[in-house]
């Protein structure tokens, strides 16, 4: 079974060999090409958004207008016609909230074949054809600008868990969303994020209640599958006093010679004593080996540590996109909170990844955890960039980082852009970082006890990126290991 | 490779003062009646302006707001008259007995009468204003003097230049002291702009001990440019002291094949010290190791930003980066580690360690690794921390007073850095530096 996948993987030696690439046939229902202030009603508008949200799209949209893309970022694309793009499009048969009953086939079978469970009996089989049974994943199918379906609704409804696309949150629990909306990221943040907020069409809303522990893992899973159209969503996760939650996001798209922009908000909140744990496998497609196509990914997500003791933690795996721009943070208020990062990046072929975290360390007793592994090949840039800051409050504030690059090729460039910043006495922070290849040795290891190359590279790499699938909930666990071998298959030699 | 980005032009106040400056001192600057050597300023003029004086949002200066902190520019020293200086009074005794050959710049002008170096054997030395009289001697002496790029520093120094210390030693040639180059930015509210060039020939070794002091409000800005040949090997202390005083200094060092470079800096005080470099391996199999320490308390801001870059394969560098810091000083050490295609085999290290003696105190850090090789090893670390709980309990219940036990650790914390200073009058030099920063408080 695993020999028959690795000759496979093997037999397919391409960047190019992207599983997730096909198209959906499927009508849809676009906004009018081009971005204006009409853009931003017409989204609202087929949201049935209140007078409030309009406004607060529009004041992000005008001031959106007077930014300037940022460049700071070691990745190179050509600028971005923001006049060119659809910002909106639905499938025409998921225009009205329906039951899993009543949704278009065709988009069933699409979230079949990428192996995402909408029906509530079915499981998450962690490799295909692996009788791997895992426990069950609420889940939220986001199909270009609107969500199509959110499993085990009711389920979660009884213990008091609000899972649902953010436009249906917006009109049933209008309070908690006017709260929190905007809060860890607000309207000015940056370029994209204040684009986002203009045009923003759908994601997941998640509250949890004072003392729950949600009884399942919850799950969005993105899709972007219309040509020339950018997407645009917004997550929000909310964990009261004492609860707990584990959420996770997937993403893939179609492969076409155009970029897409996917330009994401995510908003976490953690009051006192309350745990989020947010996992990301990002696999949007990459381009081709000519580095045409790909999504260029331009997200911001950030976690408000916001209550005593509460804690947030990321875990991300980055294969994807053909550009990722993307800093996963952490604000650090409440007294006693932790945030940590896991992150595996990898790019190949011509992908640039600038990626990275930022812990930003401002209650007493707070402490972070950063562990980044890069592993650049072919011809990619792979990039972190991080802050470590202690404010002058912050007493007793603790930080490890540790991020290693790992060199596959002498085409591809590896690079770290750590910050520190300490303005407390009381702050420890520790940083350690490092670039290297695989080591000639561990390879004549490996080879002399018969295995090929590309078994020992992937044995190899899966070793290098330990520390962080540890943190990975068990059903991506499988899948992950996979990505990670095909990623970088064609990449030795 | 350079740590600097574009910096976008803007004639706002603060390159109007330098830019005014030069229009007031030009005509009396070493040689202004030589065309070459006015073509020479002006294009670093122009090239400062290009890039106007640096602020926060300059990646390379985000943590030096030079536009906040320097917000006054002094007339300009070194053109006339001559300053009365004590090299002892000014330097100290122990770093004034070192037995070296000396070039002594005092006030922006070279003093023959305080320096030794004059003449030492394998040593051709000549002041920089002494090469500016004539066309023919300016012609050949600034060829070798070009312009950094993007070093707004480099761009003061040259455009201001009073002075500065020429040196080359012959291949092959074996110094048997050091030398010693003292500046001295002796009056109060005065700027003083030095550009110096070292070239050591294939196989020769040297070392060279660079002291510089400020009294009062001084404003001093420098560039140096080393260039070690094949196989030769150079030892190089830098120490900076002062304290209400600016300082900017800037440096290339390129290292031939197999060249050594062992750079040791030492900044204590200073309202504000910003001492950036590169250093380069132009061919195989040299090597660097970088060692150096700040000390500063009050309102002091020391700045240490550094780009090694390894242009060339098999090449090996070390930096070791020691900061102390108490009251509301401000610590900055950024480090970048490039290693460019090609450069394979290369070793880099790096490690940054902050002590943070007060919680006013603020360490900023930014160690950088650039890679585009894949046959390396490059690692950088960093921490910031307090001093160790433990270690000091450890001394107090061997009896030792808590004064005292703090000032050994911290000792021991920068003697780290500095304890690789084999020159012995240097290295009691330094202790001695060290021991009184630590007294003083």
């Known amino acids: 079974m695993a020999e028959q996948d690795t000759i496979e993987r093997v037999s397919e030696i391409d960047v190019d060999k992207y599983k997730y690439g096909f198209t959906t046939d499927i009508e849809s229902v676009r906004a009018p090409k081009g971005l204006s202030e009409d853009t931003v009603r017409f989204i609202s508008a087929k949201k049935g958004e209140p007078e409030w949200l309009l406004e607060w799209r529009l004041e992000a949209y005008r001031r959106w207008r007077t930014m300037e893309e940022p460049t700071w970022a070691r990745v190179h694309y050509q600028k971005i016609d923001y006049d060119d793009l659809y910002y909106y499009s639905a499938p025409k048969s998921a225009e009205k909230p329906k039951s899993l009953a009543d ?66 949150a917006v009109r049933d629990h209008p309070e908690l969303v006017r709260k929190y909306l905007g809060s860890v990221v607000p309207t000015s943040d940056n370029y994209f994020a204040t684009l986002n907020s203009a045009v923003y069409s759908d994601g997941s809303f998640v509250y949890v209640p004072e003392g729950v522990r949600c009884p399942m893992e919850l799950s969005t899973y993105f899709r972007i599958n219309e040509q020339n159209t950018g997407q645009f969503e917004r997550t929000l996760i ?20 155009e970029n897409q922009l996917h330009a994401a908000v995510v908003e976490l909140i953690a009051l006192d004593d309350a745990e989020i744990k947010y996992s990301t496998v990002q696999n949007w497609y990459p381009g081709d080996k000519e580095g045409k196509g790909g999504i260029y990914n331009f997200v911001t997500k950030r976690g408000d540590c916001r209550g005593r003791n509460s804690k947030i933690s990321w875990t991300q795996v980055e294969t994807g996109s053909a550009i990722t721009w993307k800093y996963p943070s952490c604000i650090l208020r409440g007294d006693g909170s932790r945030g940590e990062f896991y992150s595996i990046a990898i790019s190949n072929g011509r992908q640039q990844v600038d990626s990275g975290t930022k812990m930003i360390h401002l209650g007493k007793n707070t402490s972070s955890r950063i562990i980044s592994k890069g ?97 990975l909930p068990m059903e991506f666990l499988a899948e992950t290991q996979k990505l990670i071998s095909i990623s970088l298959e064609g990449s030795v030699g | 490779m350079t740590i600097h980005q574009a910096i976008t032009a803007a004639a706002t106040p603060s390159e109007q003062r330098f830019l005014d400056l030069y229009a007031s001192v030009c005509g009396r600057l070493p040689g202004a009646d030589v065309p070459a050597v006015r073509a020479w300023r002006e294009e670093a003029l122009d090239a400062f302006a290009a890039m106007g004086v640096p602020h926060r949002r300059v990646e390379a200066w985000k943590y030096t707001d030079l536009r906040a902190l320097m917000t006054t520019v002094h007339p300009l020293g070194g053109i006339d008259g001559s300053e009365q200086v004590e090299v002892i009074a000014s330097i100290g005794r122990a770093l004034a007995n070192i037995d070296s050959y000396r070039a002594v710049f005092a006030g922006g002008k070279f003093r023959a009468d305080l320096s030794t170096i004059q003449g030492a054997p394998g040593i ?12 023919a001697d300016a012609g050949a002496t600034l060829a070798a003097l070009p312009l950094p790029e993007r070093d707004i520093i480099a761009a003061l120094s040259t455009a201001f230049a009073t002075s500065g210390a020429l040196i080359s030693i012959a291949p092959g040639q074996k110094l048997d002291r050091p030398i010693h180059i003292i500046v001295i930015a002796s009056g109060e509210a005065n700027a003083y702009a030095l550009r110096h060039a070292v070239t050591l020939g294939d196989g020769a070794e040297a070392t060279i001990i660079e002291t510089h002091v400020g009294a009062g409000a001084a404003q001093a800005w420098s560039y140096t440019a080393l260039d070690i040949g094949k196989g030769a090997t150079l030892k190089h202390a830098r120490l900076t002291q002062s304290d209400a005083a600016l300082h900017l200094a ?68 070390r930096e070791l980066v020691k900061v102390v810091l108490d009251d509301r000083a401000k610590g900055v050490f950024q480090g970048k580690v490039a290693v460019q295609r090609g450069a394979q085999k290369t070793d880099g290290k790096q490690m940054a360690n902050a002590l943070l003696l007060s919680n006013d105190a603020e360490f900023d850090s930014k160690p950088e690794l650039e890679i585009f090789a894949d046959d390396v090893v490059c690692g950088h670390g960093a921490t910031a921390g307090q001093l160790d709980e433990d270690l000091m309990f450890y001394l107090k219940s061997r009896g030792i007073p808590e004064a005292q036990a703090r000032a050994l650790l911290i000792a021991a914390f920068v003697g780290a850095a500095l304890d690789t200073v084999d020159n012995e009058g240097l290295h009691a030099a330094l202790d001695e530096k060290v021991a009184a920063w630590l007294a003083a408080k």
Do not use: W
Request: negative net charge; hydrophobic residues 40%.
């Open chain 2, 124 to 135: 051709s030395f000549a002041p920089l204003c002494s090469k500016l009289k004539s066309e």
């Open chain 1, 103 to 168: 949704v278009d086939p065709e988009l069933l079978r699409t979230y079949e074949k990428l192996g995402i469970p909408l029906r509530e009996q079915a499981v998450l089989a962690g490799v295909e054809g692996a009788q791997v049974t895992a426990p069950r994943v609420a889940v939220d199918a986001v199909f270009d600008s609107v969500s199509v379906v959110t499993t085990f609704k009711e389920e979660l409804g009884r213990a008091g868990v609000i899972f649902c696309p953010i436009s249906e």
């Open chain 1, 238 to 257: 909310i964990a009261d006093k004492g609860s707990y939650v584990s959420y996770l996001e997937g993403c893939t798209a179609p492969m076409r010679d």
């Open chain 2, 250 to 317: 800037s440096s290339t060092v390129t290292l031939g094949e197999g060249a050594i470079y062992e750079p040791t800096h030492a900044a204590i005080g200073g309202a504000l010290t910003r001492s950036e470099g590169t250093i380069r391996f132009n061919g195989p199999n040299a090597r660097t190791t970088y060692n150096a320490a700040i000390l500063a308390r009050g309102h002091s801001h020391v700045d240490f930003t550094l780009v090694v870059d390894h242009a060339a394969p098999h090449c090996e560098s």
């Open chain 1, 375 to 471: 592993i650049a090949a072919g011809r990619s840039d792979n990039t972190y960039r991080g802050l470590v800051s202690a404010h002058r409050r912050a007493t007793n504030a603790r930080n490890f980082t540790q991020c290693d690059s790992l060199l596959i090729g002498d085409q591809c460039g590896a690079h770290t852009v750590p910050y520190i910043e300490a303005k407390n006495a009381s702050a420890q922070f520790e940083h350690e970082a490092t670039t290297s290849k695989i080591s000639d040795d561990q390879l004549f290891y490996c080879l002399q006890r018969g295995l090929s190359q590309e078994e020992a590279v992937a044995l190899i790499v899966n070793g290098f990126v330990r520390d962080v699938l540890q943190q």
